[in-house]
């Protein structure tokens, strides 16, 4: 600042000297208020301190998030890798394999081959793939299942192979292509395990008139998997769609062949062409990261799964590191961060009791009408996209009342939690519905279920409850039986799920007019359920 006179730089020097003694006045009654509340609120200190261990523990939980998002990513990559390289070698090998099958099955079925030399012949029926390391043989079985022709020319015709599983398939059909068999014990390899990949000879007028046959050793899957590393307490196997095992590492003789279908593991595989999940493996317990996907135009699924633990574990020695710096600082938030986790868990579980009470019948334990209106509507709307056929059945307990008026309400209950406990015994498949739909009947909704399939349910309820006695409350025991009605349908546009249900408990209705004790069904069942006529 510039001052041209005397009085008026005298003037700035005073006013300047007055606004820093006001300023400082202020700052100290400002400290002074700040120091009073901090002595009056003792636990601001608490709370500054926990907003600063919360904020560095959050900044280091977030780094150590994604730290762990990107070990997680990189071993789904590689094991998305290490599949796609066991499909590829399983795919090729399995698409060679077919082109020598199908020259062995035209070769068969011209009868001018049978009429060359031996040594010429099996030159025309078998190719030089059919010598491959792993193939225990390539073989021509008749229509008796004798063997005719082999590529090392070792012919046992005293061995019947009519029995086996490719066999009969083929034997049925003449549709089925390329046939993968379930693992076997060779009876011509001195019991050696093998799968058969077969194909089906026909004579030229299209009847059946053999198979033709190459058998590959179980130690052709596991070498595959030998090279693939997953760490020691990973898993890589092969298993087929059925669930089917046929190599798994590591190594476990009594595992081959073994089925895992009823594993929940496998059922997400089952259900999806490929992807990526975490789960405890049902053979050993160890969390792991499955990967899997099925090898193209084969039934066989590729799965790579490491420990969840190997994955994370150098991810883990660096966060100890990186925890034990913020340790001291976040002590505070570790308590109140588990005395509400504690607390949420206490109400979820509240919550989700609340949320079973409310969608389950209290005597019986199944589920109740909500469940079975909910569920009949997104199977409904499941089968319509689909063009599979629906079923439900409707069950009604003969002569209830008159049983509840001669042994009492009690023995009532008593009744149909046994009548409950019989229809949940012979629904077994997890995609079926079974609920209480009022008083003494129940509906079962069965997807995916034709007319026969859904008469022979109903059937097998009826016989079991026929085949139980209820202990009323007197000590004695009493027979009762039911009554079911059947229906089923392609749902089409326009139709209503619950129109499916009436026809059921149309079909009840007859059943019970025709003496009780007895299943009927909708003869018309397979036939799409017409569109709603306009009102």
Same mark, same amino acid.
């Given at each position: 600042?510039?001052?041209?006179?005397?009085?008026?730089?005298?003037?700035?020097?005073?006013?300047?000297?007055?606004?820093?003694?006001?300023?400082?006045? %202020?700052?100290? +009654?400002?400290? #002074?208020?700040?120091?009073?509340?901090?002595?009056?609120?003792?636990?601001?200190?608490?709370?500054?301190?926990?907003?600063?261990?919360?904020?560095? #523990? +959050?900044?280091?939980?977030?780094?150590? $998030?994604?730290?762990?998002?990107?070990?997680?990513?990189?071993?789904?990559?590689?094991?998305?890798?290490?599949?796609? @390289?066991?499909?590829?070698?399983?795919?090729?090998?399995?698409? !060679?394999?077919?082109?020598?099958?199908?020259?062995?099955?035209?070769?068969?079925?011209?009868?001018?081959?049978?009429?060359?030399?031996?040594?010429?012949?099996?030159?025309?029926?078998?190719?030089?793939?059919?010598?491959?390391?792993?193939?225990?043989?390539?073989?021509?079985?008749?229509?008796?299942?004798?063997?005719?022709?082999?590529?090392?020319?070792?012919v046992n015709t005293a061995v019947s192979l009519a029995d086996r599983d490719y066999f009969l398939v083929h034997q049925r $059909?003449?549709?089925?292509?390329?046939?993968?068999?379930?693992?076997?014990?060779?009876?011509?390899?001195?019991? %050696?395990?093998? @799968?058969?990949?077969?194909?089906? !000879?026909?004579?030229?007028?299209?009847?059946?008139?053999?198979?033709?046959?190459?058998?590959?050793?179980?130690?052709?899957?596991?070498?595959?998997?030998?090279?693939?590393?997953?760490?020691?307490?990973?898993?890589?196997?092969?298993?087929?769609?059925?669930?089917?095992?046929?190599?798994?590492?590591?190594?476990?003789?009594?595992?081959?062949?073994?089925?895992?279908?009823?594993?929940?593991?496998?059922?997400?595989? #089952?259900?999806?062409?490929?992807?990526?999940?975490?789960?405890?493996?049902?053979?050993?317990?160890?969390?792991?990261?499955?990967?899997?996907?099925?090898?193209?135009?084969?039934?066989? @699924?590729?799965?790579?799964?490491?420990?969840?633990?190997?994955?994370?574990?150098?991810?883990?020695?660096? $966060?100890?590191?990186?925890?034990?710096?913020?340790?001291?600082? +976040?002590?505070?938030?570790?308590?109140?961060?588990?005395?509400?986790?504690?607390?949420?868990?206490?109400?979820?579980?509240?919550?989700?009791?609340?949320?079973?009470?409310?969608?389950?019948?209290?005597?019986?334990?199944?589920?109740?009408?909500?469940?079975?209106?909910?569920? &009949?509507?997104?199977?409904?709307?499941?089968?319509?996209?689909?063009?599979?056929?629906?079923?439900?059945?409707? !069950?009604? !307990?003969?002569?209830?009342?008159?049983?509840?008026?001669?042994?009492?309400?009690?023995?009532?209950?008593? #009744?149909?939690?046994?009548?409950?406990?019989? @229809?949940?015994?012979?629904?077994?498949?997890?995609?079926?519905?079974?609920?209480?739909?009022?008083?003494?009947?129940?509906?079962?909704?069965?997807?995916?279920?034709?007319?026969e399939g859904a008469l022979k349910v109903a059937e097998k309820i009826r016989r079991k409850v026929q085949g139980q006695d209820?202990?009323h409350s007197g000590g004695e025991s009493a027979t009762v039986t039911v009554s079911v009605g059947c229906a089923t349908c392609?749902?089409?546009?326009?139709?209503?799920? &619950?129109?499916?249900?009436?026809?059921?408990?149309?079909?009840?209705?007859?059943?019970?007019?025709?003496?009780?004790?007895?299943?009927?069904?909708?003869?018309?069942?397979?036939?799409?359920?017409?569109?709603?006529?306009?009102?």
């Amino acid at each position: 600042m510039r001052i041209n006179c005397e009085g008026g730089e005298a003037h700035v020097v005073h006013q300047t000297l007055s606004l820093r003694r006001r300023l400082h006045k %202020k700052l100290r +009654g400002y400290g #002074a208020g700040v120091s009073r509340y901090v002595g009056n609120q003792p636990f601001f200190v608490g709370v500054a301190g926990t907003l600063v261990a919360v904020s560095m #523990a +959050g900044l280091t939980l977030l780094t150590l $998030s994604s730290g762990r998002a990107d070990a997680l990513d990189h071993a789904r990559e590689t094991s998305g890798n290490l599949v796609a @390289i066991i499909s590829t070698e399983l795919e090729r090998n399995v698409e !060679i394999y077919d082109l020598s099958l199908q020259a062995m099955a035209d070769g068969a079925s011209n009868p001018a081959s049978w009429k060359l030399p031996a040594d010429v012949q099996r030159a025309v029926l078998f190719d030089r793939a059919t010598t491959a390391a792993y193939l225990g043989g390539a073989y021509v079985i008749d229509r008796e299942g004798r063997v005719v022709a082999s590529q090392n020319s070792d012919v046992n015709t005293a061995v019947s192979l009519a029995d086996r599983d490719y066999f009969l398939v083929h034997q049925r $059909s003449p549709a089925v292509g390329l046939y993968f068999s379930h693992p076997f014990h060779s009876r011509l390899r001195d019991g %050696k395990l093998s @799968i058969g990949l077969t194909r089906r !000879i026909d004579e030229i007028d299209g009847s059946f008139d053999g198979v033709a046959l190459l058998a590959i050793r179980i130690e052709y899957f596991q070498h595959l998997l030998d090279r693939i590393d997953t760490g020691r307490l990973g898993s890589v196997f092969i298993v087929m769609d059925d669930g089917t095992l046929l190599a798994r590492k590591p190594f476990s003789p009594r595992d081959i062949g073994s089925s895992i279908a009823k594993s929940p593991t496998f059922q997400i595989m #089952a259900a999806h062409n490929a992807g990526t999940y975490v789960a405890n493996s049902a053979v050993d317990g160890v969390r792991r990261m499955y990967t899997y996907a099925r090898v193209p135009r084969t039934p066989l @699924i590729a799965v790579v799964a490491p420990s969840v633990d190997e994955v994370l574990a150098p991810w883990r020695h660096r $966060s100890r590191i990186t925890a034990a710096l913020t340790l001291t600082f +976040g002590a505070v938030f570790v308590v109140i961060s588990w005395l509400l986790s504690l607390a949420l868990r206490d109400k979820l579980r509240a919550q989700a009791a609340l949320v079973r009470l409310a969608a389950t019948d209290p005597l019986t334990g199944l589920g109740n009408r909500r469940v079975l209106d909910t569920r &009949l509507d997104e199977e409904w709307r499941r089968a319509r996209r689909s063009g599979q056929p629906l079923s439900a059945l409707f !069950i009604d !307990i003969d002569h209830f009342k008159q049983f509840n008026d001669a042994h009492g309400h009690a023995s009532g209950d008593e #009744a149909l939690v046994a009548v409950a406990e019989c @229809i949940s015994a012979a629904v077994r498949r997890w995609v079926d519905v079974v609920a209480r739909y009022g008083g003494e009947e129940f509906a079962v909704i069965l997807p995916d279920t034709s007319a026969e399939g859904a008469l022979k349910v109903a059937e097998k309820i009826r016989r079991k409850v026929q085949g139980q006695d209820v202990i009323h409350s007197g000590g004695e025991s009493a027979t009762v039986t039911v009554s079911v009605g059947c229906a089923t349908c392609v749902p089409a546009g326009g139709a209503n799920a &619950l129109d499916l249900l009436a026809a059921a408990d149309r079909q009840l209705y007859v059943a019970k007019a025709a003496g009780r004790n007895r299943v009927s069904s909708d003869t018309l069942a397979e036939r799409p359920m017409p569109q709603d006529s306009p009102s």
